[in-house]
C-alpha cells in the first residue's frame, strides 16, 4: 500500500498534462516541427493536443479518462499496469497506425492529426520529467526520467511549472496578454 501512496505522488495530475499539451503544441507550430502544423491554426491544433494529451492514463482506472472509460481502462490496467505499454514509443506508433486506418484520407487536416501526435507525446515528456519515468521502450521495463530533475506533482510545484512554461511557450509564440 505504501509504494502505491508514493506513486500516486509522483505521477503528473491531468491538469498539468493539459497545460503541458499546450505548451507543446506552441512550440511544435513556432518551430515548424511539421509543415502541417506550421501551417495550421492553432484553434485547431490546442484542441486536438488537449483531446489527446490524457490518453495515455487510460491503462489507469482512476484517471479522468480511465473514470469515463472504464470498459477501456480496466482491461488496459490489467494487461499492462500503469507507465507501462501506454507510455512507450510502441503505444505513439499503434495510435499513429491506428489514427491512419480508422480515418479517410482527408478527413482530418494533417496538421490536426500531427497536433494529436504532439498532445500524447507530451505527457509521455511530462511523466518523463517525473522520478518514476517511463517506459520508452516497452515492454523493456527499464524506465527513462530526466535525470537530476524529479517534477513532484500534485501541487504547486507542478501548477508552477506548467503554467511557467505554458507562459514562456506564449511569450516565445508571440502571444500578447
Keep these: 500500500m505504501r509504494r502505491h501512496l508514493v506513486h500516486a505522488v509522483i505521477i503528473m495530475t491531468a491538469q498539468g498534462h493539459l497545460l503541458f499539451s499546450v505548451t507543446c503544441t506552441l512550440i511544435a507550430h513556432k518551430l515548424q516541427l511539421t509543415p502541417a502544423l506550421a501551417d ?6 490546442i484542441p486536438a493536443a488537449l483531446a489527446s494529451a490524457l490518453l495515455p ?3 489507469h482506472p482512476k484517471s479522468v479518462l480511465g473514470q469515463r472509460l472504464p470498459w477501456i481502462s480496466k482491461p488496459l490496467s490489467r494487461l499492462f499496469g500503469h507507465r507501462g505499454f501506454t507510455h512507450s514509443l510502441l503505444a505513439v506508433v499503434a495510435a499513429v497506425w491506428g489514427l491512419n486506418q480508422s480515418l479517410p484520407p482527408g478527413t482530418l487536416p494533417v496538421g490536426v ?3 494529436l501526435i504532439v ?4 505527457h509521455l515528456l ?4 517525473t522520478p518514476a519515468g517511463i517506459p520508452l521502450f516497452w515492454p523493456i521495463k527499464r524506465r527513462f ?4 530533475w524529479p517534477l513532484r506533482s500534485g501541487g504547486a510545484i ?3 511549472f ?3 512554461t505554458l507562459l514562456v511557450a506564449g511569450w516565445w509564440c508571440g502571444w500578447r496578454l
Design 162 to 164: 506548467c503554467t511557467l
Design 119 to 122: 498532445g500524447y507525446l507530451s
Design 158 to 160: 507542478e501548477t508552477g
Design 126 to 129: 511530462g511523466d518523463w520529467l
Design 145 to 148: 526520467r530526466l535525470p537530476g
Design 40 to 45: 495550421a491554426s492553432l484553434w485547431q491544433t
Design 113 to 115: 492529426k500531427d497536433a
Design 57 to 59: 492514463d487510460l491503462d
